[in-house]
């Protein structure tokens, strides 16, 4: 008992709520009458805590913050100029004449040309109606490039009578199997189709007019027609980049000349068997390549020209060779791409050159040699440039 009275003299005079609140300052207690409308009843002072007085020792409610969601900001999307020669990265599946079956959306911007099968057929993807002829390439995102016979070829091989170029060639985008339309879980069609609104040919390509394209246009020596073989053909519409949909990148004209790349691909829907007549395969087919340059061509060709494996390399023309030595090139093959990869991205080297149509029937649409000639696209690449800046 003596210690309690000593206990109690010394608190006289003291807050009432000297063990609800002053032990405790960062808490906020008090002693109340009841603890409505400030806070909850503090359980652990309880009576002593208010020195045995009738009030209550009470703790405030918390104070509540509303705090701004942290999220992270959305990434601005790559602008178009800046998304070319970027594709999926797929492994090759299983085994141009020879090579190896391509994925869909392995090479987004490899388009396929096609061209009406009689005069009196539509302008539609259906088999029946347009059947593809040869290859192109996206440069843009209303720009396909592709060879100047490969033009000549949709607009007269189809046998219309239509003197309109632009009137007689389709391009299909995300095109996968020319052989049928493919279609996505809602039924709709994979690819996009694409007329064509307006046709650039290499100024220094044959004499030929577009307007006077006739089957006299592949009676000219191969060599005449490989030439400065290119065209650009304007899309009715700008189409709309995906990861299956995007434009290659142009050639750095900055670049340091390298006599051979080893990192490049070759792709089309062209021949497996060396024959012009034999139906092309559905699936897109692709091969290993090396591309060589110009200047080391003009100093080696002598050898190769004697050997029958090359003709001399022409305005816009340089060669590649395939790494795998039984494939080869074939006129179906046209258009198709040669890309090197440079970093990340792929860059376009040039164009599949084998402008031959030979019907008769000892003759190979084929070349004889893994080695293949290509349309220079960094020599053209003034030229490119000049036509889609002015369109």
């Known amino acids: 008992m003596k210690s309690l009275v000593v206990f109690v003299a010394v608190c006289i005079g003291c807050s009432l709520s000297f063990l609800c609140d002053e032990h405790t300052p960062s808490e906020g207690n008090e002693c109340r009458e009841t603890c409505d409308g400030f806070g909850m009843e503090n359980i652990n002072y309880g009576f002593v805590g208010c020195l045995g007085s009738n009030l209550k020792c009470c703790s405030p409610y918390p104070l509540t913050t509303t705090e701004e969601p942290t999220t992270s900001p959305t990434p601005e999307p790559i602008p178009p100029q800046q998304q070319c020669g970027l594709k999926k990265s797929m492994p090759s599946m299983s085994r141009i004449l020879g090579g190896q079956v391509s994925n869909r959306c ?6 396929s040309i096609r061209g009406r099968i009689r005069e009196t057929s539509k302008l539609t993807r259906r088999n029946d109606q347009t059947k593809h002829v ?8 209303e720009f396909v490039l592709t060879t100047a016979y490969c033009v000549g070829l949709a607009h007269v091989l189809t046998s219309s009578s239509q003197p309109d170029v632009k009137e007689n060639i389709l391009v299909v985008a995300n095109e996968y199997d020319i052989s049928q339309t493919e279609y996505d879980d809602e039924q709709y069609p994979l690819e996009s ?37 290119l065209a650009l053909l304007k899309l009715n519409r700008p189409v709309e980049l995906s990861d299956c949909v995007r434009a290659v990148c142009l050639p750095d004209l900055n670049e340091k000349p390298i006599n051979k790349k080893d990192k490049c691909k070759i792709a089309s829907w062209g021949n497996t068997e060396e024959s012009l007549q034999t139906e092309l395969p559905g699936e897109l087919k692709e091969a290993d390549v090396k591309v060589y340059s110009k200047e080391f061509w003009t100093e080696v060709e002598d050898i190769y020209r004697t050997r029958g494996i090359i003709d001399t390399a022409g305005p816009l023309t340089t060669y590649g060779k395939f790494e795998n030595d039984s ?10 791409m040669v890309v090197c990869l440079n970093k990340d991205r792929w860059v376009l080297e040039g164009l599949i050159n084998i402008p031959r149509y030979i019907a008769g029937p000892d003759s190979s649409a084929c070349e004889k040699s893994s080695v293949f000639a290509i349309v220079d696209a960094k020599e053209a690449y003034q030229w490119i440039s000049q036509e889609i800046d002015s369109a």
């Open 106 to 111: 392995e090479w987004p911007w490899l388009v």
């Open 134 to 141: 040869c290859n192109g390439v996206l440069v843009d995102e």
């Open 193 to 229: 189709v694409f007329r064509i609104s307006d046709v650039k040919l290499h100024p220094k390509f044959t004499q030929f007019e577009l307007g006077n394209l006739g089957h006299t246009f592949f009676s000219q020596d191969k060599n005449t027609l490989k030439d400065n073989n």
């Open 327 to 336: 494939d080869r090139a074939c006129s179906s093959d046209s258009g198709g």
